[in-house]
């Protein structure tokens, strides 16, 4: 988004050296947030209006999944809803702030990002998948309401990503093969991939588009 003239604000959870370096790179601006908070989600869209016009754009990658399954044990409801807060609650808390000053603005652009697991369920992960779900629901619901303002409600649902050697592992070296082996290209997703979805769906001319969960996925089959 940097690179196509926006100016961005990134927001991350934890002290990084690869953030630092790309928002040098970029020109981006950082902020601190532990969006798991409630309260600091929703002091959140003040201080990004503190450095500047109120954002166009809005784009929700942040989530974390928990292989919790349902026949691991006693469920943990604190456990869940910590889960749900940070996967659907705040992003639902960002997306609606965010949008009454899209729609004063009569523009404005929400992406959120889903899960390929979030469509077709990820066993072991159920509640991670359930909380990816929701966004869809809500993304459809909230891109009727906002239509008529201009501003447009989307979810991109990832598959299978290639991580980086230096992220903490989520799946294996054998759970990544195999996922590669279940999709059409026959590899893992490039990041970068996954970033064209997201500035096609931010762009002025994916205005026709709303209410959409675009699966970028390979044309994974499970």
């Not at 290209?185 to 769906?201: K, S």
Request: aromatic share 6%; charged share 20%; net charge positive.
């Amino acid at each position: 988004l940097a690179a196509r003239g926006a100016a961005v604000v990134g927001v991350h959870r934890t002290p990084s050296e690869r953030a630092e370096a790309l928002a040098a790179g970029t020109g981006a601006r950082l902020l601190r947030a532990d969006l798991s908070d409630p309260d600091e989600t929703a002091a959140l869209l003040g201080r990004v209006r503190e450095l500047g016009p109120a954002p166009d754009i809005l784009v929700c990658a942040h989530g974390a999944t928990a292989r919790r399954p349902v026949l691991g044990g006693a469920y943990d409801a604190a456990a869940e809803q910590r889960l749900w807060q940070l996967n659907t609650g705040s992003v639902q808390q960002l997306a609606s702030a965010a949008a009454k000053r899209m729609m004063r603005a009569k523009f404005g652009r929400i992406v959120l990002f889903g899960s390929r697991g979030g469509a077709t369920g990820m066993p072991g992960q159920p509640g991670y998948a359930a909380a990816k779900a929701a966004l869809s629901g809500w993304a459809a619901s909230a891109a009727w309401e906002l239509g008529p303002f201009g501003v447009t409600v989307n979810v991109v649902a990832p598959g299978a990503v290639r991580a980086r050697p230096e992220d903490a592992p989520v799946y294996s070296a054998e759970e990544d093969e195999r996922a590669a082996g279940r999709t059409a290209v026959r590899r893992l997703a490039e990041p970068a991939e996954i970033a064209e979805a997201v500035g096609f769906l931010a762009a002025p001319g994916a205005s026709y588009v709303t209410g959409q969960t675009l699966l970028v996925d390979g044309g994974a089959r499970w």
